[in-house]
């Protein structure tokens, strides 16, 4: 895969020229509403893997995030309607208040080859193409990936129609034709920041008080999330990361659940965006369960 740091500036710049361009009625035409082309965006509160609200049919479009922490957006393309098969996409987001992008958005569809990320102010996207010499691809599903922290109340927003280029789209295969959901379409998702509990209440019950994670120093326990009790990982659940967290998770090594010995405090996935960020158990113990717990090594909540 090419590097999307190598590639960021060229498909930017590149971007930017066909938006000041706009020289034909044919590119014009494409970025009218395409029929059945679908995207949403949702978000992952707590790290569980479950999406919390969102912007698709029948989901809530507010959620409350806790203050200062990293949460997770999933962007999701739904439907391609008649386009038979696609070389690209984009997916362009805004934000607003005091939600601000705790890292760089990922474009993560299969197919995605030459990647890029791009902010301003209030908005920012992930684009990424398919190389010449790869087969296009038709699918749909989850394809790209942010983080945003909240400071205070504010939104993120999905957009569409915004001009030429600052939409999210789908970029038809031999032609410069994108396809974009309707312009009209309100894609915006109310974020609500939650204040931590006072010390030393433990809201999540991860053996860390609230105003510890919600601190800026991670070696007491910060930039975490006070509303996830799976980004803490303290297995002896002493509050104290030392030598005997680590064995203890390297005693279970391919115990896995099924089997009567397993245990799932010392069963963590990563989160992100920091290497720190541990997420919810798998049911399987292996290599990663130990790293995750040696990245979290002198980080104490005592």
């Not at 066909?18 to 995207?39: K, M, R, T, W």
Request: with cysteine; hydrophobic share 35%; net charge negative.
């Amino acid at each position: 895969m090419i590097s999307r740091h190598m590639l960021a500036g060229a498909i930017v710049a590149g971007l930017l020229i066909g938006a000041a361009l706009l020289i034909s009625a044919e590119d014009a035409l494409a970025h009218s509403p395409h029929a059945g082309v679908d995207f949403s965006m949702e978000v992952d509160v707590d790290g569980d893997t479950v999406d919390d609200c969102g912007t698709d049919t029948g989901q809530s479009t507010s959620c409350t995030v806790a203050l200062n922490a990293p949460f997770r957006v999933r962007e999701y393309l739904n439907s391609q309607g008649d386009v038979p098969s696609y070389r690209g996409m984009l997916l362009h987001f805004g934000f607003g208040g005091g939600v601000l992008p705790a890292s760089d958005p990922d474009a993560v569809w299969p197919g995605c080859e030459a990647e890029s990320f791009y902010f301003k102010a209030g908005f920012g996207h992930a684009a990424c193409n398919v190389l010449g010499t790869s087969p296009p691809v038709s699918y749909t599903g989850l394809a790209g990936l942010i983080f945003f922290k909240c400071a205070t109340d504010g939104t993120i927003d999905l957009l569409h129609g915004i001009n030429v280029w600052v939409h999210t789209h789908l970029t038809e295969v031999g032609t410069t034709t994108r396809h974009a959901e309707d312009e009209q379409v309100a894609e915006v998702i109310d974020i609500t920041c939650a204040q931590p509990s006072p010390y030393p209440d433990d809201t999540d019950g991860d053996t860390c008080p609230d105003a510890r994670e919600a601190s800026t120093n991670q070696m007491i326990g910060g930039k975490r999330n006070f509303l996830s009790e799976w980004d803490y990982f303290n297995p002896t659940g002493d509050g104290v990361n030392r030598i005997d967290d680590v064995l203890a998770v390297v005693d279970q090594y391919f115990v896995d659940i099924g089997n009567v010995n397993y245990t799932a405090t010392t069963d963590r996935t990563s989160f992100g965006p920091d290497a720190w960020n541990s997420g919810p158990p798998n049911g399987l113990q292996r290599i990663d369960d130990i790293l995750n717990a040696a990245k979290q090594y002198f980080h104490d909540c005592s």
